[in-house]
């Protein structure tokens, strides 16, 4: 049995197969590759046994047909500098991966795919890689490819960032005899290890059918410098809202600071009018974003959504705004958001795309895609009293799991205790933040 490591730095992992190897009395030829020849140096000091090889990966393994791999490959990663020449490898594996590597797939990714590459029929692969090759938008090909042509034999997330400071997932892989049909599943496993519960859908309607979802990106944050103001100075100015002051139905604008900018404000606003302020270009912004939504916060533990029913606020990057055609439905979207079978479903299929393993960070269009209850006047009674300074938010939210349906019972209870367990302690010890 050939154990191959292609980027083996100083050897631990060819290291800790030997050593299982000993323990179960097998007989394995171990074979590194390592780019840098003062890690390989030490590489071959620890293991006088294994074929430890200085050079390029990316092209070295072409040739090779291990049993198993094992691979812990370079990251990107947010705080790494590139090393020379990592440009170069990054293009080479491009070309040779093709569409199967998206322009920010991390390079980890490409590592993974080469190693299935030249894995035997039935071999093994177990990879450390970012988390964000379960769930990142440019590495959906490179998982299409590893689902139709591996069985995945497991997968761990690592919650505490370690020093490449990148949270990071652990697969193994088995190569199949032949490629079959098969979807990823790998961030439903996720979330089942982390106890989020499995929901059925309610139905089969949308709410990107009903309604228009976006998302502002860097430039309209950066348009709003020098045009913030509190809106207690300024009664003309129109209430910023950012991710941080949308708690589960409810705006905390003017009862909680915020950031913006930077700076920390009481009750953020902007004005749209004074001419001197603004340019004509941020008044169209601003006034396009004035009207009947729902707004939904990012990187939180659960779905926290609330509705702007008058049109009043301002999103602030990277809140993202729900526009229903009818502004009736705003009350109904609001209901199949807070249901907590919304958050359960949106974490089985982006678990590790938020900042920590398991905060939410949801694109328009994956919000666009959750399901969407029937229109009811119940729906809009709870989140009306909600966002109005009254209601019970567990109330509220044991109710919008009713209206989403599917759980009874003890099953019904458990979801709704993993929902509020997840909850910022101040959404769990008041429900009630004030008025505006
Ligand atoms: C994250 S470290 C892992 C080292 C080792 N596998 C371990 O777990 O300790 C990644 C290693 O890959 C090496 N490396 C980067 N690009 C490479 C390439 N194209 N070919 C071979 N090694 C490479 C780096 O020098 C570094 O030692």
């Known amino acids: 049995m050939t154990v191959l490591d292609p980027t083996c730095g100083t050897g631990r992992l060819l290291l800790a197969a030997a050593q299982v190897a000993s323990e179960r009395g097998c007989n394995i030829r171990l074979v590194g590759i390592e780019l840098a020849d003062a890690l390989a140096c030490v590489a071959r000091a620890a293991l ?3 074929d430890i090889i200085t050079g390029d990966a990316t092209d070295l393994m072409r040739s090779m047909h291990p ?4 691979l812990n490959p370079p990251y990107r990663g947010r705080m790494r500098q590139p090393i020379e020449g990592d440009l170069e490898r990054l293009q080479s594996l491009e070309s040779s991966l093709g569409s199967r590597l998206g322009p920010y797939t991390d390079p980890a990714t490409g590592f993974v795919l080469l190693s299935e590459a030249v894995l035997k029929e039935g071999g093994q692969l177990g990879a450390i890689v970012p988390v964000s090759i379960v769930s990142a938008r440019d590495a959906a090909a490179a998982r299409a490819h590893l689902a139709r042509h591996c069985i995945t034999r497991s ?15 652990s697969i193994v892989l088995k190569k199949r005899p032949e490629p079959i049909d098969a979807q990823c599943n790998w961030s439903s496993k996720l979330a089942t290890a982390a106890c989020v519960p499995s929901v059925s859908l309610p139905g089969d309607a949308l709410i990107g059918d009903i309604a228009d979802v976006t998302a502002d990106f860097r430039d309209e944050y950066y348009a709003l ?4 103001v509190e809106c207690a100075d300024c009664p003309d100015a129109h209430p910023v809202l950012t991710s941080g002051l949308i708690d589960p139905g409810v705006s905390l604008h003017g009862t909680h600071p915020a950031r913006v900018h930077g700076e920390r404000w009481s ?15 941020l008044g169209a912004v601003i006034k396009q974003r004035l009207v009947p939504k729902v707004l939904v916060a990012t990187q939180t533990p659960v779905i926290e959504a609330v509705v702007d029913a008058q049109g009043e606020f301002l999103p602030l990057t990277p809140v993202i705004r729900i526009v229903p055609r009818d502004p009736a439905d705003l009350w109904r979207i609001g209901a199949s958001l807070l249901a907590p079978q919304a958050s359960a479903l949106a974490l089985h299929r982006h678990f590790g795309a938020g900042r920590s393993p398991a905060a939410l960070r949801l694109r328009a269009v994956d919000i666009a895609a959750l399901p969407l209850l029937e229109s009811s006047r119940e729906a809009a009674c709870i989140l ?17 799991a009713d209206l989403w349906g599917g759980l009874q019972g003890k099953a019904s209870e458990a979801l709704l205790d993993w929902w509020w367990s997840r909850l910022p302690e101040r959404c769990r010890s008041s429900n009630t933040p004030g008025p505006k």
């Not at 009306?384 to 919008?400: F, K, N, P, T, V």
Request: charged share 20%.
């Open 155 to 169: 997968i761990v997330s690592a919650p505490a960032p370690f020093e490449a400071q990148v949270n990071t997932v």
């Open 384 to 400: 009306q009293e909600l966002a109005g300074g009254g209601g019970d938010l567990r109330i509220a939210a044991s109710q919008a």
């Open 67 to 70: 049993d198993v791999v094992l």
């Open 48 to 50: 006088p046994q294994a």
């Open 267 to 281: 009750a953020p606003g902007v004005i749209a009018t004074r001419k001197e302020d603004t340019d004509a270009k």
């Open 225 to 228: 410098k020098g045009h913030i």
